[in-house]
């Protein structure tokens, strides 16, 4: 037998105390009338504790599945089983009474152990699925840092670019100016030449 301190027995003891509050409600119907909003409140007050019930029962189902602490044998685990079955077994003919058809629908198509299937099933998705963000994220960490690379590349071929240009544009000016100069002295030594031409042929004739 597990001593007092295990904290499963404490549960299910909880839960336990939850049939007998949610009895004694129960038997407090035949005191109240047969309609009205005390009676309406009443009704929901025992819904809502049934439905903590049953929240309270499937973490106890929950826990013998992934058992923590000093290993149960398996005639303990058993035993346990049947303590959440039987109060199971209660809670959804208390369900039943109060017409709570989805509470009761929940265990007999999914029950506990496919309840705890789905919830790892949950959590390795979200796990796989933390994982794909990550591996997107240090993706687009490494794109970011692709294109800003690129980005200072073309800075730079753009500078180089606009230097070059501006290079050209001065031999451009003083390619045009060497041009005009020379152009200026052939026409200053045709004029001497012409010049000296005239000067021989007035002084021979």
Known sequence: MASSSDSW??????????VDDINAMISERSSLPTSGPETQRHASAIRRKITILGTRLDGLQSLLSRPTGKPLTEK???????????????????????????????????GPEK????????EETIVSTKHIALAVNEELDLQTRLIDDLDQHVDVSDSRLRRVQKNLAVLNRRTRDSCSC?????????IVILAVVIYLLIKYL
């Open 9 to 18: 027995i404490k549960e299910y003891n909880e839960a336990v105390k939850m």
């Open 115 to 122: 309840q705890d299937e789905d919830l790892e099933k949950l």
């Open 76 to 110: 303990e685990m058993n035993r346990r089983k049947d303590m959440v079955a039987n109060l199971r077994s209660k809670v959804n003919q208390m369900a039943s009474a109060f017409n709570m058809s989805n509470f009761a629908n929940r265990d007999s198509l999914l």
């Open 182 to 190: 020379m152009c200026m002295l052939l026409a200053v030594i045709g």
